[in-house]
């Protein structure tokens, strides 16, 4: 009797595809080479060319019949020897950029408006030139919103019409994703904060000093307290935490429908005034030091006045590095700490994380973005699935999840994954920062 192959785990697949591309759009997250070459492999395996789009959808946008995209250039084959030994490797082999298709796209109508729909329709025609029979896209939340518009776009084009596969791989340091537990790349930027964190802190024993340091993570916290809690960090402050007395309002002229509008910001002066208190208790056990961290994303919450003049992005985010929130909170706090004291202390401020974008990758990282490049062709050929995020659980067993689940169907915005406040993580981070009488939200 012929025994079975007990290790096989190789299905066979419900669709064959002749040349599939991966795209990878966004800021550089470690891990990144681990999912596309574990995603050009799979497909490689069962006879599929797999190529690279370079730098996301900036040469697909802008696709021209009469200018054909070139090999080198535009985009490179995925071959044995362009992936071997790459799963460790730093950066992004086939690059990246921010350029966005769908940034005129705001509702599902919008799709049938040509002026607004043909960015997308040239990306479209740009992979279709390429003979690409599916897409890999491989990006955080603007990039799920972008996979989603086109998947969108192709539902509204003639039945007759070639249709494209597309497929989600999360990306993001932030781990603000809805849909997975953790996104690939989040622990290597972790550990590499944590480090920096440590080192700022023998740094500022030694002075008698503070650090203030600002860390990425525009939507949430994640990064931010999970390099705080390895970091052994004095406090931290994230977008989850701008609530109860930290909460404001102001009303605001919008600059294209001139109307007035009410907005939540933050109480600049209760937030400033926790971390003075902060201060002060570890000065009543003797410590003259300390690490303070916040994430850049309160720097949404901040009044107008602290805004005029910076700049958006193509998705219409403020460019918080213009902001400097780390050299105006530092300034703030030791302002507010010679005026409750009347000593002066030096306060300095920092931004961490663009650093930790392109480390070499945690194991962790490099597992889970690996199983996600497989994700992918199990999604698409195995499953023969269209319109779904590839996520895992558990063992690292996947599932799919729908983009109707990730995205609000009337905007087509994705939803944001904020740090519950009641959550364990949050209580943790809580209970290992200096304690003092006057707790943030969900400190207790």
Known sequence: MAMSNTFSVVEQPKRKFERIGILFAGGPAPAANAVISAAATAFKRHGTEAIGIKHGYSQLMNFDPNKPLELGRDYVILDQAAVKRTRNSRGIMIGTSRANPGKYISSPEHLLEMEFAQPLRRVYEGLRSLGVEALISIGGDDTLKTANKLKMFQDHLPADSA??????LPKTIDNDYFGIDFTFGFFTAVEFLAEELRNLIHDSEASGAYFLAETMGRSAGWLAYGAAIAGEASLVISVEDIAGPYLDEEEYTDPQSGETKVRAIMNVDALVGHIVQTMLARESHGKQYGV???????AEYL???????????????ISITEVRLDRLMSQLVADAYEKETKRKKKVNGLQLGYEARCGRPHAFDVMLGSQLGVGAYRALAEQGLNGVMVSVAGQLELHYEPFEKLVDSKTLVTKVRYIDRQSDFHRLARFLETNVNEFLPGNN
Not at 292 to 298: L, S
Not at 308 to 317: A, M, P, Y
Request: net charge negative.
């Open 163 to 168: 249709r494209i596969p597309v497929v989600h």
């Open 292 to 298: 303070v961290v916040v994430a850049e994303g309160i």
């Open 303 to 317: 009044p107008m006045k602290y805004l005029e003049g910076i700049s958006r992005d193509e998705h219409g985010h």
